[in-house]
């Protein structure tokens, strides 16, 4: 496990849950070390780049997480440099929940699946949301967003730690997704 991502998460409760089932803690890196920043490297940015979804989690102001999925063509989810990412934001459902949630806080956790290879990236980083009205064009052009597509904002992350999770129970989708009739 990435140091950012240990210190951002091991916390004293992490910790005592680690004890009480683990029978140890696990190493939590010295908080005299120092640590670089945080830098994608080139697996992670070809991950990132292969996928066309993504879930993110934030929190609202009574303390509530909300996931909310977000989808779009392959590489919608654009790495900008070694510690940013950026999506173009389109209307959905007009709840603006993650929206509204990144004002009060803007820290935000995503997880990225690949379900085929049973890989599975989780990203902890600081959003800021730009008004379509206010984006800076170079970026528009790094996002590559299609003529015309009505995007409402660009959602610039700051990514602060990333982690590999296990595949241990992440199942193979081959063939078709299952479909469900909405009510």
């Not at 999925?69 to 959905?92: E, K, M, N, Q, S």
């Not at 600081?126 to 597509?149: K, M, N, S, T, Y």
Request: hydrophobic share 40%.
């Amino acid at each position: 496990m990435p140091a950012h991502f240990a210190r951002l998460t091991y916390t004293r409760s992490v910790q005592r849950a680690q004890e009480t089932y683990n029978g140890h803690r696990l190493t939590l890196p010295d908080a005299a070390t120092p640590v670089g920043p945080v830098v994608l490297g080139e697996r992670e940015r070809s991950f990132i780049a292969a996928r066309d979804s993504f879930y993110l989690a934030t929190v609202s102001e009574t303390g509530w997480p909300h996931v909310q999925h977000r989808g779009g063509a392959t590489g919608f989810l654009r790495v900008i440099d070694a510690h940013t990412l950026a999506f173009a934001d389109y209307p959905g459902n007009r709840q603006y929940i993650s929206v509204g949630n990144l004002q009060h806080s803007p820290r935000a956790a995503l997880i990225m699946v690949d379900y085929n290879a049973r890989r599975r990236l989780k990203v902890l980083a600081q959003i800021r949301v730009v008004d379509r009205e206010v984006a800076d064009f170079d970026l528009l052009d790094r996002l590559a967003v299609p003529h015309g597509q009505p995007f409402e904002r660009v959602m610039v992350l700051d990514v602060h730690a990333f982690d590999w999770n296990c595949n241990q129970y992440i199942s193979p989708r081959t063939g078709p997704a299952p479909t469900e009739e909405t009510p």
